[in-house]
């Protein structure tokens, strides 16, 4: 009996230990895949949201949702899950109910139509509109409620929720990142291979793939290779296989499900720390770059801001910050950045050529855009001459006016008039006509000799003409606001009163619209507000939407006329560059305009202008604000030091810049020209994003030139 109960001792004192050490065991397990995942949730980005979608229909992304769910459940994430668009069957509700999601099904599913059908038919047939503002919302709630929302498409990237807009449309404005199902087997590669170029096209990020098994049948050498050669052809990383689910429910999707998926790259950051290439990118920058209009001393002392991605009137730098575009990323961008529109265009126009020069040749987006512009430009300017920028295009206008009066015999004719103040461009002939001394006077002894009158004193202006007008070629003005000089607007009908007496001296007028084109002012052109047509208009900057280098300077028949003459006389225009008439910029010019035309831009842009208008006006209670100057949607903001004697900064106290220094601190761009603050946001911005633009802005100039 002894024997048997020392037995007895010994086997509970070791089914003790083992019991203790199996407990240790479980207790590192469960701290390992804490810590394991808990840094993986240190790396995901907050809040994200990942896009489902699919090569083909009836490939099982329902299913894939409902896995990735219950795995991202189990690993303690807080799931929230999204079919914005559903046609027919309960995949919304069934989703809500297996992944007990509590949220109302409005924002589950927003929209839903009983046809099993493409959206845009089915939602037609249902006499539905399907509000994309309403999705977006809805994601943003979800957003707000959970840390991973999981959104499953209705079927691929190409599937039109209406007649003009795309489940890839719909990702981009959401801005997510997407995994793709594909079906195993035959076919795979061709429509998964396509689907990924399509998402890149689109400019959507890809996360990864996962395959979806929708039967039991064993696999096949397809089945087995084909991931590999994706991954290699598309360069994808695959998370792995949902395979085929007897039941589909959370035991079994754990069972078998677990092993196949790997959470890591759902979930993880790219393994690259955006501070390492922040930091490696700013290196080189110091390194190898020398930045316009910059004083580089000070820029090599300073953290380079090096932006990596934009969207609609946002710029995005290389550490994922956003940033209101509020100057049109130079005064270019028109339409929002990414416009799906302009980059088809120009991905439809690399399809066919990107380039071939246009001496001695000509190309069919050139032709295209030439009589486009030609029909709303002003009436009677008739002929379109290309370059590639603001400057060229003034170089051409100038050299265009004086060889005229070359060509016809009147060569007295050779002085151009210029205005104080004025800004035309950089290169010789446009600095020579030039009115700001801080950009020009270092280059006078490389200039030619140009008559320049006082702005805006007409008086002084109709003595000019008086005394030379036998040997003015041309006036060149910069109708209704001088830009450049801090947004100085031109008296009411002095650009009409310039047209009356240049015409009377039979003197060419050049209208440089380089800033003011394109909508800036509420027109498509400055000259229209005064009903004034130029002999020689310059056009640049906003041409192409804010996309590619093109400008265009635009003539009267009877200019162009000044230049037929024989072969033999040499009096043709021996001017012109390599890219003149590029077939990609000429492209994005004309999916530009087609977008003013469609979106009716201009019309959508007034109550915008009103609104700023009307909100500009507290600007004047800041106690630096002297003056604050608006030509539609541009805009200047005048900081003095003293707002009774007008005594203006010094130039060394840089407020200007200061104060554009300090609305990036709030997620703002802007710069300024000297200590005027310049506003000139996309013409697409909405007005809560203007809101925000001058909420900013109007702190800024406070807490800077007010101390607060």
Known sequence: MGG??????????????????????????????????????????????????????????????????????KKGFNLGVMKPVQCGGRDALFLKESLKIKDPLRLVNPFFAKDFLSPHIAFKRAKRKIDKKKIIDAYHELQRRHDIVLLEGAGGLMVPITENYLVADLIRDLDLEIIIVSRLGLGTINHTLLTIQQARDFGIPIRGIIFSVSNDKKFGFPERTNPQIIKKLGGIAIIGTIPYLEKIDRKTILKKCASKINLRILLEAPRDSKDSKTQQLGLW??????????????????????????????????????????????????????????DAAIKRQINKVSHSTFLGLSNTPAIELAKRLVEIAPKGLRKVFYSDNGSTAVEAAIKIAYQY??????????????????????????????????????????????????????????????????????????????????MLLWPKGMLRRMRELTKSHDIFLIADEVATAFGRTGKMFACEHEGVTPDLMCLAKGMTGGYLPLAATLTTQRVFEGFMFDYKDQKTFFHGHTYTGNPLACAAALANLDIFEKEKTLKRLQPKIKFLDKSLKRFYNLAHVNEVRQLGFMVGIELVKN??????????????????????????????????????????????????????????????????
């Not at 229909?57 to 219950?70: P, Q, R």
């Not at 300073?302 to 995005?316: G, N, R, V, W």
Request: aromatic letters at 10%; hydrophobic letters at 40%; charged letters at 30%.
């Open 405 to 486: 009066w070359q060509n016809v015999g009147k060569k007295e004719k050779a002085k151009i008039v210029y205005f104080e103040n004025s800004y035309h461009g950089d290169t010789l002939g446009s600095v020579s006509v030039g009115g700001i001394d801080l950009f020009h006077k270092v280059y006078r002894n490389l200039t030619f000799e140009a008559i320049k009158t006082t702005s805006p004193y007409l008086k002084g202006f109709e003595n000019i003409l008086e005394k030379f007008s036998s040997s003015i070629a041309a006036v060149i003005v910069e109708p209704l606001i001088q830009a450049a000089a801090g």
């Open 4 to 73: 048997s109960e020392e037995v007895k001792r010994y086997i509970i004192k070791r089914r003790s230990v083992h019991i203790l050490r199996h407990k240790a065991w479980r207790i590192r397990q469960v701290f390992w895949r804490k810590h394991r995942f808990s840094q993986i949730s240190d790396n995901m980005k907050t809040k994200q949201g990942i896009f489902i979608t699919a090569t083909d229909t009836h490939i099982g992304k329902t299913v894939v949702t409902l896995a990735l769910g219950v795995l991202l459940q």
């Open 285 to 342: 920058d110091k390194k190898y770059l020398w930045h316009p209009f910059t004083q580089m001393k000070d820029w090599l002392k300073s953290e380079p801001l090096i932006m990596d991605e934009a969207k609609d009137c946002y710029l995005m730098d290389t550490q994922g910050r956003r940033y209101l575009d509020g100057v049109s990323s130079l005064w270019v961008n028109i339409h929002g950045h990414r416009r799906k529109e302009i």
């Open 643 to 708: 707002k009774k004697t007008k005594e203006p900064y010094a130039w060394e106290e840089k407020i200007g810049v200061k104060v554009c220094q300090e609305v990036r601190k709030a997620g703002l761009i802007l710069r300024p020209l000297g200590n005027v603050i310049v506003l000139m946001p996309p013409l697409a911005i909405e007005i809560e994003e203007l809101k925000k633009i001058l909420e900013i802005t109007y702190r800024a100039i406070e807490r800077i030139t007010e101390k607060k």
